[in-house]
């Protein structure tokens, strides 16, 4: 039996290494995947888009339109969660799917408001900030408007616990009117929600939006207070009925009039104050 070319052997060898290589570019794009994957899962809060516009033209079209895309977005609770569901916490009734594609977009579908149909470029993740960038095009006017989304990751304390089913409790509407106890525990509630999410701002953002907190207060330098009644704002709807409401209403007036925030100090950081102002009202009304 005649002894294998030197030919043969060089070819053979060649032939494994090539299968090597195969099998460890198809493992490294299959952890790729799954890193990406890994990366977006979880809580954030979306803080602000950086814009890539490129033209005279662009400039003037953003112009337009930044308002509402900063309305859609910035300050929300947002999260990929295990199983492809995508959350909103102003949006509880939505339940969408997110997912990845190609390891380089995310996907969302189905999410809510500014949600409905999102897609965007994977740019970047700081470890040491925990800031993820993904860039999202959008076409309007003939043009392609190209946003850096930048969303900090929440994972630990208590700006996590801002996700805790426990915590947001108080968006579930009653099956029937509440007592007086009860509608004290909601908005007892509610309070040390935006206490907490005054707060996550006051260390996060340089900016806040009113809109995003469904208390029916206005916000001022060093003072919060009250807002008219209205039947139908988002306040409204997270009691049993408009009756109900009002009562409420009225309960957080009084406990803004009994509520001592003389030992209230946020410097130069008005959502600071507001933070330590809101849970100074929820002890108030739940010693």
Request: charged letters at 30%; one cysteine or more.
């Amino acid at each position: 039996m005649s002894s294998p070319k030197r030919e043969d052997i060089y070819f053979c060898s060649m032939r494994n290494i090539l299968l090597l290589l195969l099998i460890l570019i198809t493992a490294c794009k299959q952890e790729g995947k799954k890193k990406l994957h890994q990366v977006v899962e979880g809580n954030w809060f979306v803080l602000y888009p950086d814009d890539n516009l490129l033209t005279a033209k662009q400039d003037e079209i953003y112009a337009e339109i930044q308002d509402s895309i900063t309305d859609l977005k910035c300050l929300k609770l947002i999260s990929f969660k295990e199983g492809g569901v995508f959350t909103q916490l102003d949006s509880v009734a939505n339940r969408g799917k997110w997912g990845t594609k190609d390891n380089e977009y995310v996907i969302i579908s189905d999410g809510g408001n500014g949600f409905e149909s999102f897609k965007a470029l994977f740019s970047s993740y700081s470890e040491d900030d925990s800031v993820l960038k993904i860039t999202e095009t959008v076409k309007t006017k003939g043009e392609n408007l190209r946003f850096v989304w930048n969303l900090k990751r929440l994972e630990s304390g208590e700006r996590a616990k801002l996700f805790d089913d426990k915590m947001n409790n108080w968006r579930n509407k009653p099956a029937a009117p509440e007592t007086d106890e009860q509608l004290r525990k909601r908005l007892s509630e509610m309070l040390l929600f935006y206490s907490a999410y005054f707060k996550l701002i006051s260390e996060e953002s340089s900016y806040f939006m009113p809109m995003r907190v469904f208390l029916p207060m206005k916000y001022y330098q060093h003072a919060i207070g009250m807002k008219d009644f209205k039947a139908d704002s988002k306040f409204v709807s997270f009691f049993y009925s408009e009756e109900q409401a009002e009562m409420a209403y009225r309960l957080l007036t009084a406990t803004i009039k009994g509520s001592d925030f003389d030992e209230v100090k946020g410097g130069k950081s008005y959502t600071r104050e507001y933070s330590q102002m809101l849970k100074i009202m929820a002890k108030t009304l739940v010693p």
